[in-house]
Each structure stands twice: as C-alpha cells, then as structure tokens.
C-alpha cells in the first residue's frame, strides 16, 4: 500500500489517503510517485504528493496541518518555539543550544533548557 497525501495551494496537507500498489505501478509493476498521484486527482482531484508510514519518502510521515516544502522535497511539522530553527539538512526544528541530557524541558522566555522541579 502506498499513502498520499493532499496538500492545498498553500502547501498544508489536507489529508492523507492509502492507495492500492496497483494504482502507483508502471506498466512493469514499478511504482512510480508521478502515476500514483495523478490516480490521486483523478480520483479526489486536488494536488498530491507521496508519503511513507515508515519516513522513506520526504523526510517524515505527511500528517494533516503539516507543510509540503518543495524545495527540502520534505514534510515539515510546526515549528515548536519561535526560537527554533529549521535545519536545511534534515528538515528538523532544533534549538538555539542542543538538550543537556533526558528529562530536560525547552523553556521559551529564557531561550534554555531546563529541568523540571520534583514536588
């Protein structure tokens, strides 16, 4: 099974959808992005772009509310803090300095990572 996913003008995925195999293949049986998604507006029309359960296409797994970047040829989740930034290479929001260690939170107002308190 393959999965789409519909995105809208502004590049948000409207939703995401599972396709037959059958529906993406060549005539030799190879499945190919382009064909599954034209089946895709053929059948719901709209504008389509392949996705994988298991992030072997476009970085991550399309889920709805993401954005479609073209240029990463990736699917990009929100942005978690204002001060984060997108990596070029891996198309992940990181922080202004990587977390110390486990059971950090990001706390916004002083740009740091902090732990929480133990009651």
Same mark, same amino acid.
């Given at each position: /099974?393959?999965?789409?996913?519909? $995105?809208?003008?502004?590049?948000?995925?409207?939703? =995401? $959808? =599972? @396709?037959?195999?059958?529906?993406?293949?060549?005539?030799?049986?190879?499945? @190919?992005?382009? $064909?599954?998604?034209?089946?895709?507006?053929?059948?719901?029309?709209? *504008?389509?772009?392949? !996705?994988?359960?298991?992030?072997?296409?476009? @970085?991550?797994?399309?889920? =709805?509310? /993401?954005? +479609?970047?073209?240029?990463?040829?990736? +699917? $990009? !989740?929100?942005?978690?803090?204002?001060?984060? !930034?997108?990596?070029?290479? *891996?198309?992940?929001?990181?922080?202004?300095?990587? /977390?110390?260690?486990?059971?950090?939170?990001?706390?916004?107002? !002083?740009?740091?990572? @902090?732990?929480?308190?133990?009651?």
């Amino acid at each position: /099974m393959a999965h789409f996913a519909e $995105i809208d003008t502004d590049n948000i995925v409207l939703r =995401v $959808i =599972v @396709v037959a195999n059958e529906d993406t293949a060549d005539g030799d049986g190879n499945e @190919v992005d382009a $064909i599954g998604e034209a089946f895709c507006n053929d059948l719901l029309g709209g *504008t389509w772009r392949r !996705t994988s359960y298991n992030n072997n296409y476009r @970085v991550r797994y399309a889920g =709805v509310g /993401m954005t +479609f970047d073209a240029g990463r040829d990736a +699917f $990009i !989740t929100d942005q978690p803090f204002p001060s984060w !930034t997108l990596n070029n290479s *891996t198309a992940n929001w990181e922080p202004p300095t990587p /977390m110390p260690g486990d059971g950090y939170l990001w706390d916004e107002d !002083t740009t740091s990572w @902090v732990q929480p308190e133990v009651e």
